[in-house]
């Protein structure tokens, strides 16, 4: 075999001539060769990956492999016709041994999805089993390598349907990373359906959209004082009516809580993070500090279960149900705090009035 690169020396471009043996015996992976040359780093990583090929091609081709292994080969045989008809350029990549696809998906806002198949080898049976960045389900039927004709092609034909479902979705979630300052979560991707950002110095709101039904209004919960907190869900619940599902979630949420949402055109991230008065840290266990002095002379922000081990440790805290009742360790102000897991749900509002207007109600997370 000779591999000959063009004068510029990318891979892409490069020719492999070699004897007819080997041609023949690599006579269906054409596409998967191209691919790995234009995917491979250097000429040493795309041998490394080509010896691999090689080795399962000629097991193929001389019908060496058995149980486990004569499952993957029917498989493999059958996989490549589908990728030709889903297309090359929707191959993202493909393991050394065939044994997990990555195929991609670009919408046409040039967004970038991803469904990685993965073929479970059991007994004498290969199964493939999906995953994708979608933040909804993709419901496909469980299929054996007899029927990866349909599991592979169809499931690639189910996901793209279920992008354009969610098309709306993504451009809410890109207007609230774009326009506003998201501290949590850190790297979202698009199966993310939470965002928490900044409202103003010590206040944020975490909300869960409907990927289904983005513009409406979705579920949420204030982080801050219990004033500002307070203050917010009066608001919100006295604005209610005003949301306007033809309008952006953001317009929406700035009109009926009466601010004004700080972004990076006209604030520095800085100004609205502050690190834990107890650790010092930015996060523990990936999260931000969730609670806040109420004393507005203070205002420290806190990790809660930093704030729950300190009051632990105090002898004056008394706990009362599912509240522990102690002090600031700064200013010594009285400060109330849940115990981990109670208090620490999303609220939503009833915007079509089915369980009356304006009324805000609880959901536990569990």
């Known amino acids: 075999m000779r591999i000959a690169l063009p004068e510029s020396g990318l891979l892409s471009q490069a020719k492999i001539e070699c004897d007819w043996k080997l041609k023949n015996i690599l006579s269906n992976y054409k596409q998967v060769i191209q691919q790995k040359l234009e995917k491979a780093a250097n000429l040493i990583q795309f041998m490394k990956e080509f010896k691999n090929l090689l080795e399962e091609s000629y097991k193929v081709k001389l019908g060496t492999t058995s149980g486990i292994d004569d499952a993957f080969s029917l498989s493999f045989k059958e996989i490549l016709p589908q990728l030709d008809d889903i297309g090359w350029e929707n191959v993202d990549n493909i393991d050394d041994l065939f044994t997990s696809i990555r195929l991609v998906k670009r919408d046409l806002k040039s967004r970038h999805h991803y469904i990685n198949t993965r073929f479970l080898q059991e007994e004498e049976i290969c199964t493939p089993v999906f995953t994708t960045d979608l933040p909804i389900p993709l419901h496909l039927p469980k299929a054996k390598y007899q029927s990866l004709k349909f599991s592979i092609k169809e499931s690639y034909h189910y996901f793209c349907e279920a992008i354009e479902l969610c098309q709306a979705f993504f451009d809410v979630m890109d207007e609230i990373d774009k326009n506003t300052w998201v501290l949590e979560p850190q790297k979202a ?6 965002r928490r950002f900044c409202l103003g110095k010590n206040i944020s709101v975490q909300i869960d959209v409907n990927p289904y039904y983005p513009s409406t209004i979705p579920q949420y919960r204030f982080f801050g004082t219990d004033h500002n907190v307070s203050l917010l869900k009066q608001k919100l619940n006295n604005n209610l009516q005003l949301w306007n599902e ?3 979630l953001l317009t929406n949420l700035q009109k009926i809580l009466e601010i004004s949402i700080p972004s990076p055109t006209n604030s520095q991230k800085e100004e609205f993070i502050t690190p834990c008065g107890i650790c010092c840290g930015y ?14 002379l203070c205002e420290k922000q806190f990790h809660s279960l930093c704030l729950l ?24 102000k009285p400060l109330n705090h849940y115990k981990l897991g109670s208090n620490c749900g999303y609220e939503f509002c009833d915007v079509n009035g089915l369980l009356g207007i304006g009324m805000v109600y609880k959901i536990q997370q569990h």
């Not at 991707?189 to 939470?194: F, G, I, P, V, Y």
């Not at 996060?283 to 002095?293: E, F, I, S, Y």
């Open 309 to 332: 081990e300190w009051l632990k440790t105090l002898p004056s805290s008394r706990t009362s149900f599912s509240v522990i009742h102690g002090q600031c360790p700064y200013c010594k």
């Open 246 to 248: 033809r309008k952006s």
């Open 189 to 194: 991707s698009r199966a993310s359906k939470e």
């Open 283 to 296: 996060r523990l266990n990936a999260t931000l500090p969730d609670k806040v002095c109420d004393y507005s």
